[in-house]
């Protein structure tokens, strides 16, 4: 057989319109809201999603959010703007920076890389890169910093400072959902969540973080079909061609870089791949690599899978109560 990015098309127009009448049902009927909150970041997933509700509920039933601090990058807020305008929304926008300032999301985090780098300052910029899935192993984590006069200095990361770090700019997705909470709360409006179908499979997400929200209509969707979605609701170009990133750390960092093994298109076709059980010498055939490198693909997604369990997981009741338990 052969395989090729064809098996990732799907019909945009009919999906669009299957996701936005879905969204009217689960709005009205299934969450018994008013209207939703969406975040948006000036990426291409709250991109679409956001503009999906515009076009389910109308402008006057969706707020959008946009809720930056002092690491953002400097084209996440215009971008941002940028889509609120396209949509006919206005925008409620909040720096979030003081509150995390305030909680300790920096100084938590800068007190873990110290540990790794003495020399880091507060001047510094920095960001985790992730290593060792290609190969096989197990992944690994390097601290990557770079100086004001643009000197980079890079350290491996041990477990301790790694889960501090990590524990502390994930503050950032939390002071952000409990914002998007408080709006929807006092709208009686439900919660948009965000993720692809990459990023929810794979675990790329907070708990109770981003990972929070009442609905999330693009979970199925794998990141190339959420960028022809872009394309057909005619999103602004410099959002629906915009590379994906993190948009967590102070340097610049790709998604791959940080936590998938790929790059997103490569990482598209891979998932698809595993998930309808095709052998790994296909996807090498592919991807123009190894059997042996596509194989530790394979192992390197089962590996997320079983490791950020977890994150999909509900609470654990010790005892059952039967009149409140939903499947």
């Known amino acids: 057989m052969r ?18 009448s879905s969204l009217r049902e689960c709005v009205a009927t299934v969450l018994h809201r008013r209207g939703v909150v969406v975040a948006i970041s000036g990426g291409v997933d709250s991109a679409v ?98 100086s004001p006069d643009g000197a980079l200095h890079q350290a491996r990361l041990g477990l301790r400072e790694f889960l501090q770090i990590v524990a502390a700019t994930s503050f950032k997705q939390r002071i952000r959902k409990t914002i998007e909470y408080f709006h929807a709360d006092r709208l009686h409006y439900a919660v948009i969540g965000t993720p692809n179908r990459l990023e929810y499979d794979q675990g790329f997400f907070v708990k109770n973080g981003d990972g929070a929200a009442d609905v999330k209509p693009i979970a199925h969707l794998y990141k190339s079909q959420v960028y022809a979605i872009a394309q057909h609701l005619q999103l602004p170009t410099e959002i629906a061609r915009a590379d994906p990133t993190t948009d967590t750390y102070s340097l610049a960092q790709s998604q791959d870089e940080f936590y998938f093994a790929l790059p997103y298109r490569q990482m598209d076709l891979a ?49 059952s109560v039967p009149e409140i338990d939903v499947t």
């Open 3 to 20: 395989l090729d990015w064809s098996v990732l098309d799907i019909d945009v127009p009919s999906e669009v319109e299957r996701i936005c």
């Open 49 to 146: 999603c956001a503009a999906l509700a515009v076009r389910a509920l109308g402008p006057e039933r969706v707020v959008v959010l946009m809720l930056p601090e002092r690491e953002s990058s400097p084209e996440s807020t215009p971008r941002a703007r940028s889509l609120a305008a396209h949509l006919g929304v206005q925008p409620i926008e909040q720096d979030i920076a003081p509150a995390l300032d305030a909680i300790g999301c920096y100084r938590w985090r800068d007190g873990a890389v110290r540990r790794v780098l003495p020399a880091f300052q507060a001047d510094w910029r920095m960001k985790i890169a992730v290593a060792g899935g290609l190969e096989g192993g197990i992944n690994r984590f390097n601290l990557v910093a770079q």
């Open 271 to 319: 998932l698809w791949a595993l998930n309808q059980g095709i052998d790994a010498r296909y996807l090498a055939e592919a991807l123009n690599m190894s059997v042996v490198k596509a194989a530790h693909v394979y192992d390197d997604i089962r590996a997320k899978r079983r490791t950020t369990r977890y994150l999909h997981a509900r609470p654990v009741l010790i005892g």
